[in-house]
């Protein structure tokens, strides 16, 4: 076959290719709403159509004899045909898999859960069907996720109005006594008007650094600093609130600790956590803090003397508000003619009583890469609080 004769038929094939090329476009362009079949069809047909209309048309430029170019055409047609027909039942088993997707899709905006999406004959269409699956499963957990997250926001709303009735009570009380002139120790009612009033302005405190660390504006200001210092510091601030229990700081103690943090955050966490450790131990039991380094994080631990947290109760420790059901009623606010007595939430100077330190404690841990965690011990409760060192 000579040079001229192949550029010939590649031309006939080109433009023959162009002319049904672009046909099938145009028919493309008004179905492109239709079905993902319909426009399958379109290309097969169209690619179909190119091949046979070339073969045709160079059989008939040839010059075959009548006979041959029958022969030609009909076996042509036939190809072209029987082609057709193994594209239809090919792109009905693709679209039949895509018609699963879309399925499982309307399922996934409807907001149900997608576990499977069948059986697919292509990788792009498997790894799709694997991806819906699990945003599926994202999509479960996140709206778990919230639903838990407003299960406590009312939950903290609820306790925040009942925690705010009982001073607020204590209060409208001992105003009346004394505008009805009812008060025997003015000064003495004086006082107490005033813990109640401080315990509120703590309350409002925690909630307001607790709105701080959810919105994401809490601001550091982070420097080395030595654990040990601030530990001690803590430790003098509540020694005069522990009532008989000692607050020791084991021997063991590494003072050589330096971890990259906010010294007032990290002090306010340290100091929740042993007003709580003070708050949950019984008289004359000694509560410890130790410190050690492991994988390039300071831990700081401090172990009480208490009965323990209940391990249905431990998941729940770290959130606003929550507190154990013999913890619910806090000790503050005190009737007319109450005494307050060292020791109690009222004359406790960091401790709001609403169930917000522990949660503080972990959001100023996560502002600062670090974690908190806590678990029950032989004798007790022990918190563990995470940080990273300084470099």
């Given amino acids: 076959m000579l040079l001229s004769d192949i550029a010939d038929v590649a031309l006939i094939a080109f433009v023959t290719t162009i002319v049904i090329g672009g046909c099938a476009s145009v028919l493309l362009l008004a179905l ?128 925040i109005s009942h925690d705010l009735r009982t001073p607020l009570a204590g209060l409208r009380a001992m105003s009346e006594s004394l505008e009805d002139g009812l008060a025997d120790d003015t000064q003495r009612y004086y006082r107490q ?33 030595s654990l040990f210092d601030i530990v001690s510091d803590a430790v003098a601030d ?53 410190a050690d380094v492991f994988d390039g994080h300071a831990s700081l631990s401090v172990i009480d003397g208490g009965s323990g947290i209940p391990d249905a109760d431990l998941a729940r420790v770290f959130e606003p508000g929550w507190r154990g059901a013999s913890a619910r009623t806090p000790a503050v606010g005190l009737s007319a003619g109450t005494a307050a007595t060292p020791g109690s939430a009222l004359t406790e100077p960091h401790s709001s009583g609403a169930g917000l330190g522990l949660a503080i404690v972990r959001g100023i841990a996560e502002a600062h890469n670090g974690s908190v965690s806590v678990r029950n011990v032989p004798g007790g409760c022990r918190f563990d609080l995470s940080l990273p060192t300084a470099a």
């Fill in 32 to 159: 492109r709403r239709a079905s993902l079949f319909a426009q399958l069809c379109v290309v097969v047909l169209a690619v179909t159509l190119s091949a046979v209309a070339s073969m045709i048309t160079v059989a008939n430029a040839m010059y075959l004899s009548a006979h041959d170019l029958t022969v030609a055409v009909a076996v042509a047609s036939i190809a072209g045909v029987v082609s057709l027909a193994l594209a239809a039942l090919l792109g009905w088993m693709i679209v039949r898999n895509s018609r699963a997707l879309s399925a499982a899709t309307r399922k996934l905006g409807a907001g149900e859960r997608v576990d499977e999406v069948g059986r697919h004959y292509s990788a792009e269409l498997a790894a799709l069907g694997a991806e819906l699956v699990s945003a599926s499963a994202r999509l479960a957990d996140a709206h778990a996720q919230t639903a838990q997250l407003e299960a406590s926001r009312r939950e903290l709303v609820a306790w």
């Fill in 238 to 290: 509540v020694q005069s609130f522990a009532a008989g229990r000692e607050i020791r700081v084991a021997s063991a103690f590494r003072r050589d600790v330096v971890v990259r943090a906010d010294a007032r955050e990290l002090s306010r966490a340290i100091t929740n956590l042993l007003v709580n450790a003070l708050q949950h131990s019984p008289h004359a039991s000694p509560i410890t803090v130790s």
């Fill in 193 to 225: 008007m005033r813990s109640q009033v401080d315990q509120l302005s703590r309350m409002v405190d925690d909630l307001f650094e607790l709105s701080k660390i959810d919105s994401g504006t809490l601001q550091l200001t982070l420097d080395d600093v």
